[in-house]
């Protein structure tokens, strides 16, 4: 049971895919328990994924009701082994910040509704759709596990206004 | 270590190798890129940066080293000295984004301006395109930070009477970020 340190860009753990949970030991346990009591100790952070504690697993914790913005539709706080985004629609814009990329932030493309899967800590599995703020936590969060910045999902800003291609 | 800073612009008919050219020589005089921006407008590309050296180069040196990369790619190079403070962004407190747009005439960039600069909204970024079709269009989409006691109606009723006069549409949407 920690508040842990925080892994900082340009450590490479953050550049890693994770591994597959595959029981949950008491390993599996002691990271989730880290993870919340981190998620705790920032009162304006709403997800953190096990490689921003330097645990290279597929583990992440999220409370959307941190927020204003996620006060309307929220799964409140969860601790997610495995998750997995089985589907998507619509798309909106957000901007973004990272604990682990500080003083910077970017436009980032990213669905408005998903319905996610993962695994509990009784190893139960469970599914559910969400949308707007938590699904963009979710995104990001999951992204993680994938060795993904936002910053790799940011979009050239001019080609907003780009010229539209002549037919 | 006590860095010195400088302003530089570029721009010149587009072609392969600018950035690279004027690159070049800030990396071998040892110059950091601190902030900047490159793009295209029109065929002509331009970029605006702002460099930093932990070398004290006078401005004529700089310009002088530039030479070569102004004369082979026909670019107009400006260099000038800004203090440190100059560097840095100040926190942004209240983001918006605005897009304007509608038939093109004179006047549709100056009179939102005017009407921000009047009531100290800050225009942080700014990008305009007339659009090539039979009517063309004209689009301004813009950042803005407004002052910290400005309301979201008190703003668009300010934008609102602009847009009114100029006879243009607008939009307006808050720029949250997501600390996550």
Known sequence: MAVRDI?????????????????IDDYTLSVARDLLDTLHNYSHTVGIAAP???????????????????????????????????????I??????????????????????????????DGNEHRFDTEGFEAVVLQHEIDHLDGILFIDRIISRRTDLFRRKNY | MDKYFYALTVIGRDK?????????????KGISIEDSVSTLLGDQFTMTLIVSSEKNYGVLELKKAF???????????????????????????????????????????YFVSKAFAENSINILDLRTRLTKS????????MEVDLPQDMSEDEFKKILDDACKKI??????RKIETYEL
Request: aromatic share 6%; hydrophobic share 35%; charged share 30%.
């Open chain 2, 167 to 172: 006879n243009v549409d607008y939009s307006v």
């Open chain 1, 52 to 90: 921003q504690i330097g645990e290279l697993v597929r583990i992440i914790v999220i409370d959307a009701s941190k927020n204003k913005k996620g006060q309307k539709i929220n799964h409140g706080e969860l601790v997610m082994i495995n998750p997995e985004i089985l589907e998507w629609s619509s």
């Open chain 2, 16 to 28: 392969v190798g600018i950035v690279a050219s004027i690159a070049e020589v800030l990396y071998e």
């Open chain 2, 67 to 109: 030479a070569k990369a102004r004369r082979d790619l026909e670019l107009s190079v400006s260099l000038r000295r800004i203090e440190k403070e100059e560097a840095k962004t100040k926190e942004p407190e209240n983001l918006y984004s605005v897009s304007v747009y509608g038939e093109d005439r004179v006047g549709i960039v």
């Open chain 1, 92 to 121: 909106i814009k957000t901007r973004e910040g990272c604990l682990s990329v500080p003083d910077y932030t970017g436009n980032v493309n990213r669905a408005r509704k998903v319905t996610v899967k993962y695994y509990d800590l």
């Open chain 2, 134 to 141: 039979e009517t063309p269009m004209y689009v301004m989409i």
């Open chain 1, 7 to 23: 892994v900082i860009y340009p450590d490479r753990r953050l550049k890693e895919i994770c591994a597959e949970i595959k029981g």
